[in-house]
Each structure stands twice: as C-alpha cells, then as structure tokens.
C-alpha cells in the first residue's frame, strides 16, 4: 500500500483547500506553465507604451480615435441592452407561457447561434442594401422616391446583427435559472395576486438576475473581439484599428497600443460582471416539482406564436436559405481544388487546436482537483483568461513575442558563426495553435472540469492500493470516464477554431487560408455569392454544439 503524504495525489484535495502549497510539485509547474503561456501575450500588449510610435498617434487622434472610442461604446450599449431584452424575454415565454408551438421554440430559438456573426452581416447588407432584392422588390412596386427604408450600414444595422446572433448566450443561461426556480415560490407570489408580468417582475428576474448578466456578459466579450462583422459593415472599433495599424501602418507597436485600450473595455466589462454578480445572489429554498405555466389561450397565444416565428426566420430560416441559394449560384465557380484546400487547412487547424487544447484543459482539471490551493486556483484562473481576450489582441501579443524571440535566436546563431534569415516561429502554423490554444483554453476546460467533478475521489485511490500505475489509472479510469466531457470539449474548440476570424487572419502563414480567411476576402470585395459556400459549410459545422445543447435543454424540460 502506498503511503499517503502531502504530495501523493490520493490525498483528498479538501484537506488543503484555500491553503498556500507547503512545496511545489508537478501540478504547480504545469498549471503555471500555462498560465504564463496566456500572461505573456497580455504583458507584451501593455509593453508596447514603451515604444509609441508619436507620429502614427497624433494622425490617429486627429482622424480615428474619438471615433473608435464612441462606435465601441454604442455597439457594446447597444447590443447588451438588445440581448438583455430579447433573450430573457424568450426565455420567460418558453419556460413559463404555454402557447402553439412552445415545445418547438424551446430548441429552435437556439439555432442562431450556429451562424457566426461575420457570416450573418453580409447576408443582411447582401438582402437588405440599395441594390438588394428586398429594396429592388419595393422600388418595382411603389416606384423610386416612394418609399422609406433603413439604412442597414449604421449603427442600428450593426447592433442588430449582433443582436440576433448573440441573444442564445442570454436565452440558454436565463431559461436554465428560469427552470430551476422553484414552483413553490412563483405559486406563493400568485396566491397573492400577481399575474404573469407582476411574477415575472418581481419573483422570477431577481432570482434570476445573475444567469441574466453572465449571458450578457458572454455576449459582450464576443462583442468586443468581433472584427468580421464591423468590418463588413465598415464601421470603425478597436479591432479594426489594430488591423489597419498592422497592415496599414505597418507598425506592430502601435497595434499593440490600441489592443492594450481594447483589453481595457474587456477588463472594465468583466469586473462589472463580477461586482455584479457578488452583490446579486438569490437563493430559492422551495424548489419543488415542475414548473407551472401561464396559459395564453386565443389571440394572445397566436400573437405570441406569430411573433417568435417571425423572429426564428429573420434570425436563421431567411439568412440559411439566401446561403443556399448564393451557394448554388457559385458552386459551378467555388466548388474546386481551391475550396477543398480551404478546407483541409480549416480542418487540419481546428483539429490540432481541439486535441492541444484539450490536452491543456485535462491538465488543467487535474492541477485543480489535485491541488486546491490558493497558488493552483490563481494559476488555473490566468490560464483561463484567454477566451475574454479578443483574438486580434491575442495575435498581436503572440506575434511581437515570437518576433523578439526570432530575433534573439539569429543574433545567438550569428555568434556561433551561422547566418539565418527570415521568420522562424513568427507567421508560423505553431504560432497561430498558440493563440487558438490561449483563446479557447476556457472553452475546452469547463466540459472536462465536469467531467473529473463527477468522479468519485475513491475509484484511483481504491486502483492505487491495488497496485496500479498512474498511466494505468489514467487510461482504464479517467479517460473512459470522463470521454463524453472530453469529446465535448474537443468538438467545441474545433468549431470555435474553424469559425474564428480575427487571429487567423492576422497571423495565418502564407497560402494558409481558411473558410473563415475566404469569407472575409469575398466580403471586403461585395462578392456575396462568392462567400455564401464557405460560410454555409461554418453555418453546418457551427450546429455540431448547438445540436449538444439542444439535446441537453430536451433533458431539462
């Protein structure tokens, strides 16, 4: 029998919890090698204020900046206030109302979550621009000069956009804390005369008031590192100063100035979530049966029926069919040697990021359940603060670390008496996994997290006293177990992976262009059509989670 000591991992962790580690071991080293991985990228951006470059600032001063700071401040109003409003909205009406064809919205009001935002930006100018068939219908019906219609490239069709593909963060979270409240509570609150809105009010939205602000926060995260949407809409943030300033300017520098002001924006917004959340806990103590629904019966339930159904073609039937319909008109033109290899490199990326990621995530789980102290939370904790950092904050950190070190490793080569030339890990396929691995890390750690939560601590320890190894504990007891979380984890960082913009397309090597790279190009250009293929094949690939999540909120209700 082994012996138990402070060190061995059959402890049981609560032993130690909140504590400081009496002496490092292998866990220690690990989860901080990781976190540091995520620090560095962070440290880099924040260095760049060392070197400004005056020039480039005063022409941005004088031009862009009070624009930037305005357009990121109305699109993150905008849109929070939006998917607040829409999402838990939806979400009372399918937990708490009964009306025609409530069991079917339940799921279907969370398929917009499969389009990315890019892709859902240019099929709304593609349909609803001066040129587009909606517009051209109109004028043929009621003449020219005869009607009025908003203009999609402003601000409102921004946030719009982002509205409708970014509502599910707030539906899912808000529906699950609708669900869970208790039936004996909102049944007390009626007994007292409230109706539906007077429970909703005043019961049910307190309680669930810090799933709702978690979903917004999420969405606002995904707000702010957005770069394809704004950048299809023209309309000038933080993330396409950064672009413009490397690719512009040519100056990394001042791109990592500009991130450092973006990650300000993504800190100050999760804070605020975290104050919020600290000072708004509500505990429901009389959880009891299913929940009760108000029955909407007549014109109020078809009211209801007809609205969301409206909202369900806007926000995916309307945008998936006009893809159909783009793709088989460039298909003959798209569908080629070129496509396959768009695919093979989105593939290849979004794999060897799922199967890193994931790696990284299972360390991760056990540094955490191993070692619960203090040093391993806090290194766990940075490890994971890579899915609030926007991918083109990301890429700038991760490309001005590699090219010092690129450099340091020709000036150490040109002493030993060799001459290399060119970029060694910078514009690399490593260096792009890196930010894939840093971005995600938090996406792959919480299916795997759970999936070790549910593992009793007795089973390795009950293998280890009957003499097995670690690597066989491993193999015949945690990785049969935690499969599901481990598979999950995985198929959701390759999605992530295939559909992020930003990094890709700042970082990517020459000639390794993905679906995501195309989509931008052909939309930079107006090429609608041209971009409806490889934006239908992310749209199909990005229904992989939400068929997970759909099949999860079936087993809720």
């Given at each position: ?430 260096a792009l996994l890196i930010a894939y691995v840093i971005r995600f890390m938090a996406v792959a750690h919480g299916p795997v997290e759970t999936g070790l939560s549910r593992i009793r601590y007795s089973l390795p320890e009950a293998a280890r006293t009957l003499g097995a190894r670690p690597r066989e504990i491993l193999t015949r007891i945690y990785l049969p177990l935690i499969r599901p979380g481990l598979l999950t984890a995985m198929l959701l960082v390759l999605v992530d992976t295939m559909k992020e913009m930003p990094a890709t397309l700042l970082m990517r090597p020459f000639g390794w262009d993905t679906l995501a790279v195309r989509i931008y190009e052909m939309t930079s ?33």
């Open positions: 029998m082994h012996e138990i000591t402070p060190d061995n991992p059959i402890l049981r962790p609560e032993a130690r919890k909140g504590r400081l580690p009496g002496r490092l071991n292998k866990w220690h080293y690990a989860s901080g090698a990781l976190a540091l991985l995520v620090a560095i990228p962070l440290l880099v951006v924040f260095s760049g204020w060392l070197q400004p470059d005056t020039e480039i600032w005063s022409h941005l001063a004088e031009t862009l900046l009070n624009q930037l700071f305005i357009n990121t401040i109305k699109l993150v109003i905008g849109v929070g206030l939006g998917v607040t409003l829409l999402g838990v909205t939806l979400a009372w009406l399918t937990t708490r109302c009964d009306f025609p064809g409530r069991g079917l919205f339940d799921w279907m009001l969370m398929l917009p979550l499969a389009i990315p935002a890019y892709v859902m930006a240019f099929v709304a100018i593609g349909l609803l621009d001066f040129s587009g068939p909606v517009q051209t219908a109109l004028r043929s019906w009621l003449g020219v000069g005869h009607y009025w219609f908003p203009e999609i490239r402003s601000t409102g069709g921004v946030i719009a956009v982002m509205v409708l593909v970014l509502y599910p963060y707030v539906y899912m979270l808000a529906r699950t804390a609708f669900l869970t409240q208790g039936r004996s509570t909102l049944e007390a609150a009626q007994t007292l005369g409230y109706g539906p809105l007077e429970v909703f009010r005043r019961v049910a939205l307190p309680m669930a008031r810090p799933a709702i602000v978690a979903g917004t926060s999420l969405a606002l995260m995904e707000t702010l590192a957005d770069f394809g949407t704004v950048a299809t809409f023209n309309y000038d943030t933080f993330t396409t100063a950064i672009y413009k300033a490397w690719f512009g300017f040519f100056s990394l520098q001042t791109a990592s100035q500009l991130a450092s002001l973006l990650l300000l924006f993504v800190f100050i917004s999760l804070m605020t979530e975290r104050a919020t959340r600290r000072r708004a806990q509500y505990h429901d103590t009389m959880r009891s049966g299913k929940p009760t629904r108000f029955i909407l019966h007549g014109w109020r339930g078809w009211s209801i029926t007809a609205a969301l159904s409206l909202l369900f073609a806007i926000a995916f039937l309307i945008p998936f069919i006009q893809l159909c319909l783009w793709a088989m008109e460039s298909i003959s033109e798209e569908f080629d040697s070129r496509y396959f290899g768009l695919l093979y490199h989105t593939l290849l990326l979004g794999l060897l990021a799922a199967l890193l990621t994931s790696a990284c995530a299972l360390v991760l789980g056990f540094a955490r359940r191993y070692q619960r102290d203090r040093l391993t939370a806090f290194t766990v904790n940075i490890a994971n603060l890579g899915y609030a950092l926007p991918g083109s904050v990301l890429a700038v950190g991760i490309m001005i670390a590699l090219t010092q070190s690129d450099h340091f490793f020709h000036r150490l080569t040109g002493l030993l008496g060799y001459n290399t030339t060119g970029q060694i890990l910078g514009g690399s396929v490593f250009e107006g090429e609608w059509e041209r971009a409806a293929l490889p934006a239908i094949t992310l749209v199909l690939v990005g229904l992989l989670p939400v068929i997970l999540l759909v099949r999860k909120t079936l087993q809720d209700r």
